[in-house]
C-alpha cells in the first residue's frame, strides 16, 4: 500500500439492509481502497469484508442498529480493488442516523492517533485479531485482570472482541428494521470558514432543501456561534495525521442552540454576555473528570436556555458529536433531553 494512501479517511453512509449498500461516500474512498464513489453507491459494502470476518461484521451491523449505537470504533478489514494489495486493516467509525448508519473509513495503525480515537469513542470493537494491540484500558474501566489466584467467574473478564464472549442471540431479521434515534447527519466543508453543509442525511431537525449549500453557522443560535466555533478548531486540529495532512481524529462531543429555520451567519449580531452557570469548586471530583476528559467539548450554557421557551419554530438544545475526516467534517445533532 502506498505511504499517501494509509493516511486517508473517508465519510461513508450505508443503509438498513443486511447487506449494508453503501448510499454515499466521499471522494478519498479511492485513496484508501481505490474505488470511485461510483463504483460503490447502491453496492453492499458487505461484500468488501474479509470472508473470514463476514459473519462478525454482519452482526456488528445488526447490532449497532438495533441498540441504536453512537460514536463506535471498530477494527476490521476491506479488500483494496487493486487484487495485489489484498485486505486493508481499516478503522471503522458508526453511528444511527434514523434510517442510515453513517461514519468513517480509515487506514488502521497503531499509535497515538489510535489511541486517541479509541478513547473518544463509546464503544471499541476489534474484529480483526491482529489490532488486538490497538485496545487500551480507559479511565474507570473494570480491571481486565482477576485477583490471583481465583480465576474470572465464566463469561467474565473476557474482551468484548473476543468472539468465545459473544452470547447466543436470536436470529437477525433485516426486514423491516425501524427507524432508530432522530439523529441528523451533516457533512461539511472542512477548508472553509463557513462549514459549508453539503450533505443532510433527513429533515428531521432541519430541512435539506433549507440547508444544503449554506454555511453551518446559519443553524447555531449567535449567542453559541463561537463556542461551536471553537470546538471545530478543536476537532480539525485533532483530525491532522502525522504527515500534517486532513484526516480522521476521533469523536468531540457538545450541546448548542440549534437555529431551526436558519439565519444570516455573515451578519453579527452583538448580543449581551449571558450569566454562565456557576463552575463546581475545582476540588469537585465531578470538576476534575470533566478537566481531564479531551472527549467532552461541553461548555456551560447560558441560564435559561432550559427554562425559557422559544418562539415556535426559533430554537431546538441539541446535543452534537463532530469529527473531522480528510473530505470534511461531521456533525451529527438530536434534540437533548432537558435532564
Known amino acids: 500500500m502506498d505511504s499517501n494512501s494509509s493516511h486517508v479517511s473517508f465519510i461513508g453512509i450505508v443503509d438498513f439492509t443486511e447487506d449494508a449498500r453503501w448510499v454515499y461516500c ?26 473470514d470476518e463476514f459473519a462478525q461484521v454482519r452482526k456488528m451491523h445488526y447490532d449497532t442498529i438495533k441498540q441504536d449505537k453512537a460514536a463506535t470504533l471498530a477494527y476490521l478489514r476491506m479488500r483494496h480493488k487493486d487484487p495485489c494489495k489484498g485486505y486493508i486493516l481499516c478503522s471503522i467509525t458508526r453511528t444511527v442516523c434514523q ?28 474484529i480483526t485479531q491482529s489490532a488486538k494491540d490497538f485496545e487500551f484500558r480507559k479511565w474507570n474501566d473494570p480491571n481486565p485482570m482477576p485477583p490471583c489466584p481465583i480465576l474470572a467467574p465464566p463469561g467474565r473478564g473476557r474482551s468484548l472482541s473476543d468472539p468465545a464472549s459473544v452470547e447466543p442471540s436470536p436470529p437477525m431479521r433485516f426486514s423491516p428494521l425501524p427507524e432508530q434515534s432522530s439523529r441528523t447527519a451533516l457533512i461539511l466543508d472542512r477548508f472553509s470558514e463557513r462549514c459549508t453543509i453539503y450533505y443532510c442525511s433527513n429533515d428531521s431537525l432541519v430541512h435539506t432543501s433549507a440547508a444544503m449549500g449554506r454555511s453551518f453557522f446559519d443553524f447555531v443560535m449567535p449567542r453559541h456561534e463561537d463556542l461551536v466555533r471553537n470546538w471545530i478548531d478543536v476537532v480539525k486540529g485533532w483530525g491532522v495525521n502525522e504527515r500534517g495532512q486532513p484526516s480522521d481524529g476521533g469523536f468531540g462531543f457538545g450541546k448548542f442552540a440549534l437555529c431551526v429555520k436558519g439565519r444570516d451567519s455573515s451578519l453579527k449580531v452583538d448580543t449581551p454576555p449571558s ?60 434534540k437533548a433531553s432537558s435532564s
Open 26 to 51: 466521499s471522494e478519498s474512498v479511492q485513496d484508501l481502497l481505490g474505488w470511485e464513489p461510483r463504483d460503490l453507491i447502491n453496492r453492499p459494502s458487505l461484500e468488501l469484508v474479509h470472508p
Open 99 to 126: 434510517n442510515v448508519l453513517v461514519g468513517s473509513v480509515s487506514f488502521a495503525t497503531p499509535g497515538p492517533r489510535a489511541m486517541h480515537n479509541n478513547s473518544t469513542a463509546q464503544e471499541v470493537t476489534v
Open 275 to 334: 450569566r454562565a452557570r456557576r463552575s463546581p469548586p475545582m476540588n469537585n471530583t465531578n470538576s476534575r473528570t470533566r478537566s481531564h476528559s479531551h472527549r467532552d467539548l461541553t461548555s456551560p450554557l447560558p441560564v435559561g436556555d432550559y427554562n425559557r421557551p422559544p418562539a415556535p419554530g426559533e430554537e431546538i438544545i441539541v446535543d452534537a458529536i463532530f469529527s473531522a475526516h480528510s473530505d470534511g467534517l461531521m456533525a451529527i445533532i438530536r
